[in-house]
C-alpha cells in the first residue's frame, strides 16, 4: 500500500483545516515502514480579492482534483489517494489502473449553512464533489454526530463513514509561559483570561461568547477575553465586522484583547496562562491542543 496525500490545502488552509493535515503528515510520517507521498501543486495558489482570478483559481481547483491529482497519484504508483478536504477525483480508474480513494468530511456546514458560501462554487461541491464522495472507499468523519448530520443532508453509504475521532496538536510545554507571554502581551501578564484560538468565521459563533462574556464581565470587571485567529480570506465566512460591532455594542473595547495568528511557542504560552478555554463553535470536530 502507497498512500498519495493530497497537501494543496496547505498553500490555503489558516488554522483547523490546516492543522489537521499537518498534524495528520507528521504523525504518520513517524509510523514505521510509513509509505506515503506529498502530492502538490506546482502552481502557486491565487489568495487574492480579484474576482476574475479567484473564479480562474476555482477553475485550477477542480483541474487539479479531478485531472492533475489523479494522475500524480498514479505516476507516483499510489494505491490510495487521501484528501482532507471534501473533495475527491469523480473518475478513479485511469489507464487500466484504479485508486481507491478516501475523504474527509469534517461537519455538515455546506449542507447546514449554504448562506456562507458562493452560490457557483456551492453548486459545484453538490454537481462534483459529493457524487465523488459517494464513490470513495472510506469517508472519514470526526465524531457520531457529525456522521448522523451528514446523512441527515445525504444518503451516503453510513458504512462508508468511519468516525476517527481528532487527536489533540501538540504544544510544547513551556518552563517558562509566563515570561513568554509578558514577552507577546504585556498586559495579561497576571491577569484571568477566558481563551477562544480560531479563524473569526461565522461558523465559529464568537458573537455569541460574546454577549456570554459580557454577562460574565459585569461582575468580574478584571477578566479578560483573549481571540486567536486570522481573519478569513473568504468574505462570506468572515465575521470580523460582526465581532468588531459586538464588542463595541457590549462596550468590552478594554475587556477583548485580539492577537491574530500565533506561532506554536507563542500560541502553548497564551494556553498555559489561561484561566480557561472557552469554545462556542457550532458542530466542530477539531480537538484541543495538548499542553
Sequence with gaps: MKVGIDIRDLQIAQTGAKTYLVELIKA???????????????RKVYRGSNKFLKALEHIRFFWWKQITLPRLALKNNCTHLFCTDF???????????????????????FWESPE???AIWLKLFHLIGVPAAKKADLLIVPTEYAKQRILHFENFAPEKLCVVHEAAKTLPILADAQTKLASLVPQLVGQKYFLHVGVLEKRKNITTLLAAFAQVYKN???LKLVLVGNTPVKEKLNDAPNINACIKQLQLEDAIVRLGYLEAEELASVYQCAFAYVFPSMNEGFGLPVL
Excluded: G, M
Excluded at 504518520?28 to 502530492?39: E, F, G, Y
Design 116 to 118: 456562507h458560501y458562493n
Design 28 to 42: 504518520w510520517q513517524n509510523l514505521p515502514n510509513a509509505n506515503i507521498v506529498l502530492l502538490d501543486t506546482q
Design 87 to 109: 473533495f475527491l477525483p469523480y473518475k478513479k480508474r485511469w489507464n487500466r489502473n484504479s485508486l481507491k480513494t478516501i475523504a474527509v468530511l469534517h461537519d455538515a456546514f
Design 220 to 222: 468580574n470587571p478584571a
